[in-house]
C-alpha cells in the first residue's frame, strides 16, 4: 500500500504601504482565509526594509482570521538583541512557524560588513539556540538556483547548511518549470536532505509585473510561455485565462510527481488563488 503524502496548502502576503493597499490585503485576507490555508505567510516591509509591517500584519492575521501566521524574518540590518526582541513578540502573539531568510543587501554593501548575522544559515542557528524547538523554521530554497550563487553546487550546499541548522522546511521561489523543481529535489536527496520542499507557485495575472519580478529573482519564464504572453498585448483577460491554464497545469504536474503541498504567492490579491485552489480542490 502507497501511504498518502502529508502534504501542506498555504499562501503569502505582503505589509500594505498606503490605504487603497491596506483594503486591498484586508479584502483578500477576508475572501482567502476561508479557504482554510495551513498558514500564511507575511514578507518584509516596502522594499525589505522595515519589519515593522510585517509585525502588524501577522498581529491580524493572529487575531482576526482563525489560520496560523508565519513572519518572514531577515538577518539582514539587524542585530542579535532586536531579532531576540522580534523572537519574543512573535512568541507572545502565539506565532510557532518562521520564515528564515538572508533578505536582500542594501545597494552598495557587502555581506561581512553591514551585519552581525551574513546568512541565513546563521539565523536558522540563531533562532535554535534563542528559542528550542517553539517555532518550525521554514527555509527558501532556489530550484533554478540563487542569481547570486557562485554555481549550481554551491547554491546547493549553501542550502543544505540551512537545513543543517535547524531548517523544519523549504519553500521555493516561483518556477514555471516543474522538471527544475524534480532535479532540485532530486539534486537535495543526493545530499542526504529529506526536509518537506514545498513548491512556491505565481500566478500569472499580469505579464509585465511577472517579467519585471522574474528578471530580478532569477526565475526563469519559459520562452514558450514568454511568446504566448506578449502576443495578447493589452488583452488582460486572455493574458490571466492563459495564465490560469499554465498554472493549474504546473501544479497538477507537481501534486502528481509528490509534491509536499503548494505555497501561493497572492500579491495581496484573492481571486487567482482561490480559482486554483478550488479547481484543485485543496484542503490546508
Known amino acids: 500500500m502507497t501511504q498518502e503524502i502529508k502534504r501542506t496548502f498555504s499562501l503569502e502576503y505582503f505589509p500594505a504601504r498606503t490605504e487603497k493597499g491596506e483594503q486591498s490585503l484586508a479584502a483578500a485576507r477576508r475572501e482567502l482565509s476561508i479557504l482554510k490555508p495551513a498558514f500564511a505567510s507575511v514578507t518584509f516591509g516596502a522594499g525589505g526594509s522595515t519589519q515593522e509591517g510585517t509585525y502588524q500584519t501577522i498581529e491580524a492575521i493572529v487575531q482576526d482570521d482563525g489560520i496560523d501566521a508565519a513572519p518572514h524574518i531577515s538577518c539582514i540590518s539587524t542585530d542579535r538583541d532586536t531579532l531576540k526582541t522580534m523572537l519574543d513578540d512573535y512568541r507572545k502573539l502565539g506565532v510557532t512557524r518562521l520564515v528564515a531568510l538572508r533578505g536582500d543587501l542594501p545597494s552598495g554593501y557587502g555581506i561581512a560588513e ?11 542557528q540563531f533562532i535554535r539556540q534563542q528559542t528550542g524547538d517553539h517555532f518550525t ?7 533554478e538556483f540563487h542569481p547570486q550563487a557562485s554555481s549550481a ?5 549553501n542550502f543544505k547548511r540551512k537545513v543543517d541548522a535547524g531548517a523544519d522546511s523549504a519553500i521555493t521561489q516561483y518556477f514555471y518549470n516543474p522538471d527544475a523543481y524534480f532535479r532540485f529535489i532530486n539534486d537535495c536527496q543526493h545530499m542526504g536532505v529529506t526536509i518537506p520542499i514545498v513548491p512556491g507557485i505565481m500566478p500569472i495575472t499580469n505579464y509585465k509585473q511577472l517579467a519585471r519580478f522574474s528578471d530580478g529573482c532569477g526565475s526563469e519564464i519559459p520562452r514558450w510561455i514568454r511568446k504566448r504572453l506578449e502576443s495578447y498585448g493589452d488583452d488582460i483577460e486572455s493574458i490571466r485565462k492563459f495564465g490560469l491554464d499554465v498554472v493549474l497545469h504546473l501544479c497538477e504536474q ?11 504567492y497572492s500579491m495581496n490579491r484573492s481571486e487567482p488563488v482561490k480559482t486554483i485552489w478550488n479547481t484543485l480542490k485543496l484542503s490546508g
Open 254 to 264: 507537481l501534486l502528481d510527481g509528490g509534491a509536499p503541498g503548494l505555497h501561493f
Open 137 to 143: 523554521i521554514e527555509v527558501a530554497a532556489y530550484p
Open 114 to 124: 553591514h551585519n552581525e548575522l551574513r546568512y541565513a544559515n546563521e539565523l536558522v
Open 153 to 157: 553546487r554551491a547554491d546547493l550546499e
